[in-house]
Each structure stands twice: as C-alpha cells, then as structure tokens.
C-alpha cells in the first residue's frame, strides 16, 4: 500500500537545556514519556517538554511551565511533524522546508499539560491525537484544620524551591550527600507527594558570618510585588537559603514602579514590617514603554488579562536586564492564584463559585480535553496562560521558576476541602487563600507574613485608570493584532 511506503520526519525544536529534571537523566525522562505509562510520567521530577518517537508513534509530554507546540505538514513523501515552544519557530522551520503556504498560526496545536500527546504519522488523513493523564491529584483529602493545609501547602512550596536552589547553586544535597547533578531515586509509585517537612522546620540556621554552602551561588531575583504569591515565595526563598547553609544576600526583590506604584509603596510596606527592606529594588519605567505590538509578537496570544500582564513582565525583565547583563535567575509566584482558586468570579461570567470549586485544576488547564470550550490551539487555563511568564523571560534571556506551578504543591492546593471550607460562600472562598498562606509561612519559616488585598500584576505596576490609557480592555483588537503577524 502507498501507505506504508510513506517516510514521515519529525523536527524538534525544543530547546533540550531547559529540562531541569531533578532525579532522573533526560535520556529516561524520555523513555518514560515513550512509554506512554502515566504512572511513569509522573514521577519525572521537575520542569520539562519531551518528545519521544518509535517508529510512527510520537508522544509528547510537558509540565505546566513549559509551552509546547505542534504542527503537522503534509509532504507527498510523508508527513512532517513540527514541534517547538513558539509558533514563529514553527512558521520558520516551515518556511526554510517550503511548507509555509500549509500554515496559520490556528492549525498549530498546543500540547496540554498534565497528558501524555500520542500522535500518529500514518499520512492522510490524520487521526486526531489521543491525550492520557499524566497528573490527577486526590480532591479534597485533607482536614478543614487551616493550620495543617497551610503547614502542607508552604512545606511542599519550600521543597520545590529547595531542589531548585540545589541545582542553580551546585552544592551537594545537605539530606544525602549525593552530589547536585547526580540523579535522585524516582518517587514510588504511589508513595505521598507532601515530603516530610521537618528539614524545614527543624534544621539549624547558620551564625552571621559563618561560611555558607561551597559552591557557585549566582543571584536569585523575586519578581516581587508584595502580594501573597510574591510574598510567601519571597519570604520561604530567604527561608530556605538559610536552613540550606546558603547566603541569603543573593536574594533581590525586584518591584516594577512605572509612576505612582501602588506595588511598590506595597513591596516597601511588606519588607519593612519583617526588616527585610534591604533586599527591595525598584525597577522604574515609563509608560511609554509598554508596546502592545511587541507584547503580542512575544506573547503569541490576545487574552487581554494575558497581554496586559506580559507587557508588565517584558517592562520588568527588559529594566532587570539593562541594569545587570549577565543576571540569568528569576522566581516568582505565579501559579498561586489558580491553585487556591483566587480569580474574582465576577470578572467571568462562564464561572460560578460550584464550577470553581467542583471542576478539577479549573484553573489550571481550563475546562479540559475533551470539552467543548478546550481549545485545541492554545490549551486552556494556565497551560495556556502561562506563556505570559515564560514569554517574557526568554525574550530578556532569563530562567524563570515558578514553585506554585509544582505538581507536588498542587496535589496539596487540590486536596484542600474548598467546598467545606468555603460554605459555598463567594466572600469566604476568596479568604481562604490568606489565611491558608499566612499560617503556613509561619509554620515554615516562623515569620509574620503581611497579607494585602488582591491585585493584579499590572493594576499594581500602574494604576489602573493609567493602564487604560495605553491599553484597550477589548479582546478582538488584540486577536486581530495577533492573527495579522502572519497576514
């Protein structure tokens, strides 16, 4: 049959050194995915965006921070599978094979997080991928004692920034003495997500002046406004520094100020309640600065909430990077909105306080594969949204963490019993996240978290009535700014 004579190619485009996999080596990391076993999957530890392929069988996997994208191309020899992070790569390597009139950015396809993608090149016609999930955390599991979600939700957070500090920092693992690029054994299956968390409450602090970890210690930036996510990732980076024998004036709090700030007079208040206000910088601009073009171009999205957001952290990372050159880590805490459920309902009239507290990682992956509103091209939820962190950064050449994005801290924020806790009550629904993340930052690192009133990134880089001026509120002059890259 001509069928089997067919000779598909796949080019991967994804950029192999950005996999930060903590207790396996790429190369299995890549089997596993292979496999197409979710219960494999899973247990890779870390940020990733895989592809594997036998024979005509590719699968592709990916953790919540990484963008992944795909598009299929039909030669007469075969099909031709592109894969990469960004649609404009895609459209290159498509244009440079002379397959670029097969091409609109809506027929790219991105692979949702949390599943294993299996395609099959078998040639015309193609069959839709298959998706299996990788990632379904337990539901309500834990008790409504508000000390004990907060000990288990700020404990898992400090572990994840604990393995990250780990590997940028290139010291050994003060727990087993392995050396910090050598593989950790995967977890069983089966075996608790939440580690134990008496490393982080119990260990000792070094004495001022005594020597901290040997090893390189690059700087570490916060993107840091003061709010609950900032601050608890902040104040549990500090934290850890010091259980970990590590010099915690690495740290800076970077705050973006374009005129009349309310973040930053917010930064400033949080760090000087708990006498940190030594680690605050702020990163002026103008509002000139911020370009809407550009940011869709970077985006390669037209959500507004999404664009305005990205034009705030391509402000940040572009003033982070005039200022030092050769900066290269940034944490933040995005993430920490949707596992907590703290998006105000009343912005989104889709959404009511069951559907919020009902669905699965709502807002993480949207309304899921399979649903009517799942968008094959963009994902949904933070799957998709997330490109407005990781967009940025790599533009300004920056590697970014986002602790919140974990599915480890996420299987904590999933078992919360949000239902009970809640009372189905919009007003306490929207409490629980202080009060989850102030005990749990006390119970972690012992210290008093401030804890303001919700605000969005780029309401507290620049007022809002200011924001207005410069950026439209109306999607569908966004999306046509979008779609005409590639008119």
């Avoid at 099959?120 to 008790?143: E, K, M, S, V, W």
């Avoid at 740290?251 to 680690?279: H, I, N, W, Y």
Wanted: glycine share 8%; net charge neutral; aromatic share 8%.
């Amino acid at each position: 049959m001509l069928m089997d004579q067919y000779l598909e190619r796949v080019v991967d485009l994804l950029d192999p050194s950005l996999n930060c996999i903590y207790n396996m080596t790429v190369a299995e990391a890549r089997g596993r995915v292979l496999s197409g076993k979710p219960e494999a999957v899973r247990e890779i530890d870390g940020s990733f965006a895989l592809l594997a392929r036998e024979g005509k069988t590719v699968r592709l996997a990916r953790s919540l921070d990484r963008p992944m994208r795909y598009f299929l191309a039909k030669r007469h020899e075969g099909p031709a599978l592109v894969v990469a992070d960004r649609i404009d790569a895609i459209y290159n390597q498509l244009e440079a094979d002379g397959l670029d009139n097969q091409f609109h950015p809506s027929y790219t396809r991105m692979a949702p997080a949390h599943y294993v993608t299996e395609i099959h090149l078998i040639g015309c016609p193609d069959p839709d991928p298959t998706y299996t999930r990788f990632f379904t955390p337990q539901r309500n599991a834990l008790p409504t004692d508000l000390d004990e979600i907060g000990r288990r939700y700020i404990g898992a957070l400090a572990d994840e920034i604990a393995k990250w500090l780990r590997r940028i920092s290139n010291t050994a693992c003060p727990s087993s003495g392995r050396p910090p690029h050598e593989p950790r054994p995967a977890r069983a299956s089966g075996a608790p997500l939440t580690p134990s968390l008496s490393r982080w409450e119990g260990e000792r602090v070094p004495e001022a002046g005594e020597p901290s970890g040997s090893g390189v210690e690059p700087p570490i930036g916060v993107c840091f406004s003061g709010g609950i996510d900032s601050g608890s990732v902040f104040l549990v980076t500090y934290h850890v520094l010091r259980k970990m024998g590590l010099n915690p004036a690495r740290l800076k709090a970077f705050t973006l100020d374009l005129g009349d700030s309310p973040d930053f007079q917010q930064a400033r208040e949080f760090l000087d309640r708990l006498g940190l206000s030594l680690f605050l910088e702020r990163i002026a601009a103008e509002p000139s600065a911020i370009d809407v073009a550009e940011t869709i171009r970077v985006l390669e999205d037209y959500k507004p909430l999404d664009v305005e957001c990205a034009s705030m952290g391509l402000t940040l990372c572009r003033g982070i990077r005039t200022r030092y050159p050769d900066w290269k880590y940034l944490i933040d805490g995005d993430g920490g909105d949707e596992n907590l459920k703290d998006y105000p309902l009343e912005e989104n009239p889709e959404l009511t306080i069951r559907s919020v507290v009902n669905n699965l990682m709502l807002y993480q992956e949207g309304w899921g594969v399979g649903r009517i509103k799942h968008s094959l091209t963009y994902s949904g939820g933070l799957s998709r949204s997330y490109t407005r962190t990781y967009a940025p950064a790599r533009r300004f050449g920056f590697e970014g963490f986002s602790p919140y994005t974990r599915p480890n801290v996420i299987a904590v924020a999933e078992a919360v019993p949000f239902a009970a806790l809640s009372e189905m009550s919009v007003a306490k629904l929207y409490a629980i996240k202080g009060e989850i993340v102030s005990r749990g930052v006390k119970a972690i690192t012992g210290l008093d978290m401030p804890i303001f009133p919700k605000r969005r990134f780029q309401y507290g880089a620049l007022p809002k009535e200011k924001l207005r001026q410069r950026m439209p509120e109306q999607e569908a002059a966004y999306r046509k700014q979008c779609l005409a890259l590639y008119e």
